[in-house]
């Protein structure tokens, strides 16, 4: 049994469950996916939290890993105790009936663009060591998600770059500033790695966080074509989700500190969480990622709603809102601050585009909710 499996089995002992899927098996083609996360508990970003789950509930993706990216001065940040997402993910595999891995990556910076964090404590090379077996295992290429610092797949790219390049289908950042005015907030966790994951060739989808600051406010809370930022008004069809998910989502937002983690995703809270504290706008990132990853379009029906949906699902009335990713070619200083160039020329590295930044967000605010109420757990169709 090699280091990331015992590591692993210490854990989370409760992640071996028999792997299931809810509802009807989807029958079309599966992507292949490691999510690498900066997820910690309680949540430093409790969007994280709550972006996760459509990795686990959308059909079409096959999670065959998840990378707990922790950086170590934020896991005492403010006296709060917060650490590495072990618990929110044992609980996705538990109302999924998921035996998903999950593994720390390094809680430090690398030191240099060439830095293979081999020194590094044991504990904390599990995450680079599961990234690398995962991809050594698999007998199609995988792709690969980055919500936080790109620290572990650079690691893992140091130290076997062949195996990336073979085995590597896609690499989706959602990381950087699509306008040089600021070093956002993933870059600055690990500069290096960022800069060297650009420069290294890989086939890159980049979906930058900030924007140009056009207006006003703070890049990471900006608008413009090309980057993933929007914000969801409220958050109050959550009382109305899948009880088990619900259940998820009140832990995560009210920061329990219950040991029964797991039961409490069995039964509602005694009290019962107050469904006004739902009543709250939300900020998300990730949206952009996986619409683009699975295929799916963001619509406008006939009647004038919104929706998230499978290109096999569309209708002939379907008007499809702009979603895609663009060839690009980068200049990447150090500082990680880097310009692109739209280009008709091949190249590795594609951009995220989204047309009108407030259109998308209208769309979205209606389109994720209506999705996310569409997912189910196994643990409410056993019941059925």
């Not at 509930?57 to 105790?81: C, F, P, Q, S, W």
């Not at 006939?302 to 690009?328: A, F, M, W, Y």
């Not at 590295?349 to 605010?365: F, M, S, V, W």
Request: overall charge negative; some cysteine; hydrophobic content about 40%.
């Amino acid at each position: 049994m090699n280091t990331t499996r015992t590591i692993f089995l210490g854990l989370l002992a409760c992640f071996f469950l028999s792997t299931g899927i809810y509802g009807e098996e989807f029958q079309g083609k599966k992507v292949s996916l490691i999510d690498t996360t900066d997820l910690y508990f309680p949540g430093q970003d409790i969007g994280d939290n709550f972006d996760i789950i459509a990795l686990y509930a959308l059909e079409e993706i096959d999670l065959r890993a998840v990378i707990l990216d922790v950086t170590e001065r934020y896991r005492l940040e403010n006296g709060l105790g917060r650490d590495l997402g072990i618990i929110p993910v044992t609980q996705l595999n538990y109302i999924f009936d998921r035996s998903v891995p999950a593994a720390p990556s390094p809680f430090t910076a690398m030191r240099s663009t060439t830095d293979k964090m081999e020194d590094v404590p044991k504990f904390q090379q599990a995450g680079v060591e599961l990234l690398l077996q995962t991809l050594r295992e698999s007998k199609e290429k995988i792709d690969i998600t980055v919500f936080g610092s790109a620290r572990t797949v650079t690691v893992a790219f140091n130290r076997e770059p062949d195996l990336l390049r073979e085995k590597v289908n896609l690499l989706h950042l959602s990381i950087g500033s699509s306008a040089p005015v600021d070093v956002e907030w993933n870059v600055a966790l690990d500069p290096h790695a960022f800069v060297t994951v650009l420069r290294s060739g890989l086939p890159i989808a980049l979906y930058p966080c900030g924007a140009g600051n056009t207006d006003g406010g703070a890049a990471a809370f900006s608008y413009d074509s090309n980057n993933g930022y929007w914000q969801l008004a409220t958050l109050d069809f959550v009382p109305q989700l899948d009880p088990p998910i619900r259940r998820y989502l009140e832990f995560m937002f009210s920061r329990s500190a219950r040991s029964d983690f797991l039961r409490a995703m069995d039964a509602d809270a005694d009290p019962p969480f107050d469904a006004n504290r739902w009543n709250h706008a939300h900020k998300v990132w990730e949206t952009c990622v996986w619409i683009c990853m699975t295929d799916r379009v963001l619509v406008r029906r006939q009647d004038g709603s919104h929706r998230i949906v499978r290109r096999s699902d569309l209708k002939p009335t379907d008007t499809i809102l702009p979603n895609e990713l663009r060839p690009c070619t980068l200049d990447v200083p150090d500082n990680g601050l880097f310009t692109y160039q739209y280009t008709d020329q091949p190249t590795n590295i594609r951009i995220y585009y989204r047309g009108d930044p407030k259109e998308n967000e209208k769309a979205l605010n209606e389109a994720l909710p209506a999705l996310y109420l569409e997912f189910k757990t196994p643990m409410m169709t056993d019941l059925k």
